[in-house]
């Protein structure tokens, strides 16, 4: 077979080994593999692709990004380009494409996969929000590097006797902000899913002030805090993103609890650290497995699904089913978390009895 | 409630989180938690506790090791052993207990169980062997320090042109050689749950030093490879254990490549280190969880069972379903690599041609 | 002897490395040693100290922070406040007095050195910006972070084809911009001690995305960029500090820089992550030679000194000569890489040649 | 001019990073650069050599061992071979030649320059043992990773109450060992330089153990301990090394401690992981000055000279100063730390008085 292969939408770690994997895969079947550049793009116009060869793949394993290049190119919004992605693909004699992506990416495999191409999907993002797969690339990294900055401010906020305000990614969905604040020991996590007022983060500092002394606060940056107001359109950028990045929810809310509380609150905004770097080994071994899967569903006709992986094992779901809608974060799971923090003050003053 | 909580058998990264996790959930309810230390030792004779405060577990979540001391003590071999365990827990009036260990830990707790005390268990393993579980505490931690390891060894390998044999932990199961052997681009993976001859090794060492030049053989402690000896009564020294770790598979299989193709191989055992250290926020979340939901069951009453982690969910397995066997590591699992291995040669064949 | 130590100004990674090798040479003399609680705030007022002993000082050398907290207070600034310092240490008949710290803890030694009281000082500052020692405690840890933090976004900005601006600590002096933007390997290094211009900004990013598609600026957060406002008045809030951290330099260069070249420009803030966490193993070894020296200058008699490193030494130097000015980044090394960078791009056009 | 470049010896972390800036700096003079493959062995025969470019130098900088491969083949052992490294040099018109390497590839480089050839060596080795200069390329790195195993190996020995004896690299230099062995927090360190006996070692075990209840002793592979017998001839094999290394002084030590102690010992030989991955900050930024300045000299023609660092500079040191001897670790040193380790015990004692 002739097999393609992309990247679409925001890098993170783990990519490469999924290339890798469906290279070694596809060369063990005796296939081809072309490479598509930068993501869709590279199937727009006259196409950017090339062979992929044992050169390319050498020593890809550890790294961060992805050899073939990304972009936010989205040929799903115009038929036009529709049949540009197919004409492409065509032209290439492509018998079957794997895409490796996030929400979008999926979206436009689901299109091309409903116009008769065979495709299969490999989820991946540091949000962990599709649907149906526990696990996506890259989120176990990210999680690995939020729980890593929460440790190193630890130090700062105990010695200093601070709160420490920490804004991690995560629009629509606060898994990275659940596991990395849990990993990372936040006594105050906020998520998008969830309710928050400004008065309840307040009264939760405050205990956390008088029995500890010191506070982490992690906040998802699409999370929606009452009491603070959202950034208004005045304090956006020509581009859009810049104010908003930095002026963010994380900034706002240490300014509103110094401003109410009196005490030092410093905030920290992770930004794209968060994405880069070498993966972890859960992250490898995850896109290995997807990568391999990916090319045997191809030769075994299981098209128009995407590789997920529930509990130990891969096994493919329909497009259909994991399109238009974010897997959020559980209640159940949140809940824990939360108890958990309402209890260290009661904690602190139980322990004092004992 | 008052409830207790052990460590027991050899440590590993994570266990101070899931002591932190179970205080925490424990003063949410109210209750009382005593400490005993070094394992079911703690248990014996007069008994060696102390009731945990906030003063013990502030600052634990990211530690190494267990900060309630852990030893290989097994009571269970003895019924004078269980009924001084019974008498410990009667006198301070413990109504449950948390128990946090792999095989040895979890039989003991069946049995307390079957004689009518209210036990919770939660796995922790590097070797990952706990039936029903997909995860246990501080196996993901130890196939980062396995990956990292190999990460090094590659460069070594690389610019030298050697072969690079790696003994990692896992009498019974594969587990850590795979998934660390995987995460670090091993090109041989051998463990104990599949045959392995010298000739095959060799053959696959040979085709890869032609094609790439150096070649990573990961190998579990408890392999077996026909054609090399077994290591005899006679090497093992006094203390039944030294010269074996020492002597062990990788030593002997490092030789014997090294004497068959007449091309440099050297051996690293990686030994304790793989079990010591930070946990990742993996294995800090799992224990987290688990930890909090033990305590919970002990006041749901869904006591003789073991928490364990199927997806994402956090679930009960009776202790009858996970003593007495261990898991071992998946076919298709380790097809995949198999295949995956055989197929970097004729990959780069392939490539030459493209 | 009767010793005391503290730790001022703001924490970083090696100051309980310090504190430990201080308690243990102490102990190896006989001595007893006192620890004074938040900095300078423990001599004020009753004075906030306890005797320091075995169980306190086990198991510190690799945490980051300073079990003794540290604070910004300065008595320096009032007669009556060095009178309760002196009031203080001779009411515990304290016959020595270690100070870990910055400029600010080493002025108020000097002070209180001059007034007849034996105290040596031990360097330490993530701005590595003490004369006459070549290396600060923390600022190695501190380059590691910073560089560790450049090689993750290297990935993004290559895979995205980026500007990445990171800002990093730095208000006076630019060695840990130059430090770890050399080893983080950023195509631009802009520091306080160095003219920089907008346009001479723009040239070098626009060279730069032309050969090689992205861009890696580091900036200190105390550098000016002419063409680039100050942040003025109107934008620091009630407590100074905080709009001027989250849209500072690094901020408004990633602006200018997108609006001059119509390219995605990103800024990252590395902010306090940057003093935290575990410190490396020169920041320990660093930290351990200078801790015990300074007990052994106190016993010699060598005080109003700091212990300072040069080449593989420790040396004692006057407080006089290093105290009331920074010694900023040499000129020649800032060139080298100035140099550096403006060669990529004719490297990238002669290797076209080749 | 053309200039030629070569990494002999072991390989270690920063090799690239060197061979990145020599690059560079040579490319900003207009220079062409030769890179000669696998060390010295690249230029005996017909020599094996090419142009380097930027699409070879890019994306190295942070990657361990050395894109050019390595060899211990040493020439200066023949006249035949020195002529024909002067051949091929000449054949390919090579104005200046860096050599990157460690003892061997210095004197080599010591003997071509005393032939007439324009030379300039830079230092690279984990043993750090290279006279006249404070760090070698890889040193620093390589005491992190030691340093790091230490920490992983303290939770096991606390936790089970153990003594862990580490080997370490250091045939005939304690540098790493020392070190390493203090930043990880070592309380026995026993190096080549000095006189060690079975019975000290024991004595401060028993001590320790008494005192603290686990033991971490780090011991350089080249390190003597009287009443401990050297491995004879018998135990190794055909190739001369594989059962040294299995069966050196840390296994050696461990078994004695234990059968005179009756302690549970473990021995961890850190081996070849000590020498591989990701260079630390210092040693790229090292390896970043050294390589440019390497350039420097040679077009200054300051040549016959090594690239050394003395406190924060980069100076020229002749070979003559610094082949035919090693650097051994400083006696004022090693005592700080003999006597660091005999008052923790008494500090134990003490701390009971207070």
């Known amino acids: 077979m002739r097999l393609g292969v992309l990247t679409g939408g925001g890098d993170c770690p783990g990519l490469n080994a999924a290339i890798r994997a469906i290279a070694h895969r596809a060369w063990m079947f005796?296939?081809?593999?072309?490479?598509?550049?930068?993501?869709?793009?590279?199937?727009?116009?006259?196409g950017n692709a090339s062979l992929l060869g044992q050169e390319e793949i050498a020593g890809i394993l550890h790294l961060g990004g992805t050899i073939l290049g990304s972009s936010r190119t989205n040929p799903a919004?115009?038929?036009?380009?529709?049949r540009q992605?197919?004409?492409?693909?065509r032209r290439r004699d492509i018998d079957g494409l794997v895409t490796i992506g996030g929400d979008d990416t999926l979206s436009v495999s689901a299109r091309l996969s409903a116009?008769?191409?065979?495709?299969?999907?490999?989820?991946?993002t540091i949000d962990n929000d599709v649907p149906?797969?526990?696990?996506?690339?890259?989120?176990?990294?990210?999680?690995?590097?939020?729980?890593?900055?929460?440790?190193?401010?630890?130090?700062?906020?105990?010695?200093?006797?601070?709160?420490?305000v920490v804004e991690v990614m995560g629009r629509d969905a606060g898994w990275l902000a659940m596991v990395g604040g849990v990993g990372g020991g936040a006594d105050l996590i906020i998520i998008p899913e969830e309710r928050s007022t400004l008065?309840?983060?307040?009264?939760?500092?405050?205990?956390?002030?008088?029995?500890?002394?010191?506070?982490?606060?992690?906040?998802?940056?699409?999370?929606?805090v009452e009491g603070i107001e959202s950034t208004t359109s005045s304090s956006v950028d020509q581009f859009g993103h810049a104010l908003l990045a930095t002026r963010g929810i994380g900034t706002r809310l240490a300014e509103a609890i110094e401003s109410r509380l009196g005490v030092e609150a410093r905030v920290t905004v992770l930004g794209h650290v968060q994405r880069g770097g070498s993966p972890s080994m859960f992250d490898r071994v995850l896109a290995t497995r997807m990568g391999a899967t990916a090319v045997d569903y191809l030769h075994e006709g299981r098209v128009g699904v995407m590789t997920?992986?529930?509990?130990?094992?891969?096994?493919?779901?329909?497009?259909a089913d994991v399109t238009g809608h974010n897997r959020t974060v559980d209640r159940r799971f949140f809940r824990l978390v939360e108890q958990f923090n309402?209890?260290?003050?009661?904690?602190?003053?139980?322990?004092?009895?004992?």
Chains 1, 2, 3, 4 share one sequence.
């Open 115 to 124: 116009r008769g191409f065979a495709v299969v999907g490999v989820p991946k």
């Open 199 to 224: 008065d309840g983060v307040v009264h939760h500092v405050q205990h956390r002030m008088e029995s500890r002394q010191f506070s982490i606060v992690v906040v998802a940056e699409g999370a929606q």
């Open 342 to 354: 309402t209890v260290e003050e009661s904690a602190a003053s139980h322990s004092h009895h004992t």
């Open 132 to 164: 149906h797969t526990d696990y996506c690339i890259g989120f176990d990294t990210a999680t690995d590097i939020v729980g890593e900055a929460l440790d190193r401010l630890h130090t700062t906020a105990e010695s200093h006797r601070r709160v420490m």
């Open 85 to 89: 992605v197919e004409e492409n693909l």
């Open 77 to 82: 919004r115009s038929e036009s380009e529709m």
């Open 308 to 319: 997920a992986i529930q509990g130990l094992e891969i096994v493919p779901v329909a497009f």
């Open 30 to 46: 005796g296939d081809q593999l072309y490479g598509f550049r930068e993501g869709w793009a590279g199937l727009l116009g006259d």
